[in-house]
């Protein structure tokens, strides 16, 4: 099993930043894929961005400018860089780890961000 538990979620005015992370213990070694997403209110799951254990990043077409993620693997720890917030950029913002092709999805519970003046 896996456990990800999120966190630096919260208010931010529109323009600030934000550095959420995500904290991994258990059974670690299994996960080769990480990634983050958000849901925003009447919206579905959407994808921002995903780090392989090689450091390799892929981002989501429309976040890339602005939201940067990165890993520390000696914390066992990924981070969500994020800039320029605006208030569509409210959501709750999720990590997920993947055993990729065949293993199972672990996901945490969610940190919320709050975009608004």
């Known amino acids: 099993q896996v456990q990800l538990v999120e966190s630096g979620g919260g208010l931010v005015q529109p323009g600030g930043s934000l550095r959420l992370s995500c904290a991994a213990s258990?059974?670690?070694?299994?996960?080769?894929?990480m990634g983050w997403y958000r849901q925003a209110p009447g919206k579905e799951r959407e994808l921002i961005a995903t780090i392989l254990n090689s450091g390799t990043t892929n981002y989501a077409p429309s976040m890339k400018d602005r939201f940067t993620i990165s890993r520390d693997s000696a914390k066992n720890t990924m981070y969500l860089q994020m800039n320029s917030l605006k208030p569509e950029d409210t959501a709750v913002y999720y990590c997920?780890?993947?055993?990729?092709?065949?293993?199972?999805?672990?996901w945490g519970k969610g940190t919320l961000v709050t975009v608004s003046s």
């Open positions: 997920r780890g993947s055993a990729v092709p065949l293993g199972p999805d672990y």
């Open positions: 258990g059974s670690i070694r299994s996960i080769n894929v």
